[in-house]
């Protein structure tokens, strides 16, 4: 099983849809919890990182759930530019430093 | 700024060939990484280094070489290419390993 595990999609929406993605990590001692996006054939980007308590940037919204070991990113109001790559990254500690495991990301197309 | 750079965009190598892959920051980050993306697979960590003058292997270290002589520069170096070694590589820095990863525009690599 891997570390962190994300459903590849595709997602095919319409613009203005609400879609939402949900991430599960198998190592309780995850410490911090992103979304980074990456459009196709660039490098991926920080999307918003994800708060114990939840939090939201504009139409974007990350939830953490310990309890269950899932984070979710809700995305409402989708538009064009929204169709990417999202990828679910976590990190733990190793050793003094920190280590990132990265999801396979959830592809995104929205439509017109 | 220009964040993070990285040289060449793309280059085919033949089996046995040797390259060095670019990589400069100028954020003045201490953190710099080496990943490698393969279709359909997710980020894997190549070699990191913390600080000028140190270096660590990460998940996938076998085949490359790294150096930090400078805060700025982080080569990674493909000894004896192989065919295994196609893929899209992404250079990335950090202030901290608690801080958002800034990546490159990536390296297409292919060795036939």
């Known amino acids: 099983r891997k570390e962190v595990e994300q459903d590849p999609g595709p997602f095919n929406v319409p613009e203005g849809a609400t879609v939402a993605f949900n991430c599960t990590y198998s190592?309780?001692?995850?410490?911090?919890f992103f979304w980074y996006r990456q459009d196709c054939r660039k490098e991926p980007k920080l999307l918003m990182s994800?708060?114990?308590?939840?939090n939201e940037d504009g139409r974007f919204t990350a939830q953490l759930n310990r309890a269950s070991q899932y984070i979710s990113l809700l995305i409402r109001d989708s538009k064009l530019s929204d169709s990417a790559t999202y990828l679910c990254?976590?990190?733990?500690?190793?050793?003094?430093?920190?280590?990132?495991?990265w999801g396979l990301g959830t592809s995104l197309a929205v439509n017109p | 700024n220009a964040g993070v750079t990285q040289t060449p965009k793309f280059r085919i190598l033949k089996i046995g060939q040797s390259m060095t892959l670019q990589c400069a920051q100028d954020?003045?980050?201490?953190?710099m990484y080496w990943y490698r993306q393969d279709p359909g697979m997710g980020l894997k960590l190549i070699y990191y280094?913390?600080?000028?003058?140190?270096?660590d292997k990460g998940e996938v270290p076998n085949g490359y070489n790294v150096s930090r002589s400078t805060t700025e520069d982080f080569p990674l170096r493909l000894e004896l290419a192989a065919p295994s070694q196609t893929s899209v590589y992404f250079c990335?820095?950090?202030?901290?390993?608690?801080?958002?990863?800034?990546f490159g525009p990536g390296t297409r690599l292919t060795v036939l």
């Open positions: 990335a820095s950090s202030g901290s390993s608690y801080n958002e990863q800034f």
């Open positions: 954020m003045n980050h201490n953190y």
């Open positions: 280094s913390v600080g000028a003058g140190i270096t």
């Open positions: 190592n309780s001692a995850s410490q911090s």
């Open positions: 994800v708060y114990s308590s939840g």
């Open positions: 990254v976590v990190a733990r500690s190793a050793g003094n430093n920190r280590k990132l495991i």
